[in-house]
């Protein structure tokens, strides 16, 4: 098991001061319910990436509720995750090209991944394409197979949708994270939407000298207003578009930006985007792009508090965890009008949503000048996610889907 499960974290009373008594009681009583099921996660990655950042926090939960839960990983190699990435992105409706044996090989791993993972489990979860062929192993394994999509499949590429449809729909049910982002399928679909943990390094409080220590660090002068964007180096998180919106709003106000994100294992187009951003941005000493290692959770998180604006300029979007960190913590957010990115920002009552790189420019110079106007938005932000995008929602709603297929 990873390193990060086996940290000390959090204990579920510890949530009390944040979402009460009887919301911790209630999800007791589904936990027993489920006695004497085990539930498997299946993914393709421990460490990047929004779905292993859930998975870390959820196994350890459902275990101290007494629910016998687990996580692996399959195995694959660079041309296993070419091919899954080019999947992903076409899923998100990019046009790529496929040759018939980038199909083969994909369910080949798939099926050399079902002949050595220990599958003991009578929940079989599985997280996203990259596994989903699996489900050919539900004839041996498992009483039910559930199928999670984190991304949004809404206007996909549709030779590779079909594609995964077939397995998909040899499942007992599907979840995804917004309406929107879902095709209609056969079986049962639920909709789940993702959250975020208050009490981990990424998101609970820090001191003003913890936050300095890590502006130290990365030499960033914290006097001058600071627009930040988290994400990993990739397209459709336009890091590019986000350093022209910030020159547009650097001719009328000093202001530095601070790129900061990492690669995740099954990324291989990561390298190629951060070279790209580190050439548009040139010298320019007000640009940090900062490369951060996996267990950057404190620096992250010191990052988004020092921030005056942060910025989510997607140009796709699964559900946008980053604007959910970025909410919790009382931030103006920029962010672009895509994806479950909809679903937390409610344009100028919880941040704003902007369709283009000049937009952004405006809306970030609004909240620059406006700092009060800033400050109602993020606490708006921050009350929203206490609502809806807490761990503890999340673990409830897991619970649910897990007895619905018993009940
Ligand atoms: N993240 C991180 N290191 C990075 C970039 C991102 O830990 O270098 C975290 C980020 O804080 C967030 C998650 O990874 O918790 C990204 O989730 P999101 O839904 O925003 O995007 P995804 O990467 O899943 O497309």
Redesign the pocket.
Known sequence: MDKDLQVKRPKLRDYEPIIGKSSLEELKILADKLSGKSILNINSTYI????A?ILARMVPFLNELGVDAKWSVIKGDNEFFNITKKFHNALHGKKEEFKDSDFEYFLEVNRKNSEELDFSGDIIFVHDPQPVALIKKREQVGEKWLWRC?IDVSKPDERVWNFIKDYVEQYDASVFSAPNFAKMLKIRMFLIY?S?DPLSN?NKELSDEQINAVLDKYGIDRKKPIILQ???F?Y??DPVGVIKAFEMVRKTIPCQLIL?????TDDPESDKVLSEVREVAGKNPDIHILL?P?D??IE?NALQRAATVIV?KSIK???????T?ALWKGKPIVASAVGGIMLQVKHKITGMLCHSIEGAAYSIRTLLTNPEFARWLGKNGHAHVKQNFLITRHLKDYLLLFLSQYY
């Open positions: 990047g990436g929004g779905v950042e984190h993702p975020i990424k988290v994400s990993r990739d459709l998180k900061a994100g990492g690669t995740a951060l996996p950057s959770d992250i989510q979007e699964g559900f946008g965890l980053t604007v960190e």
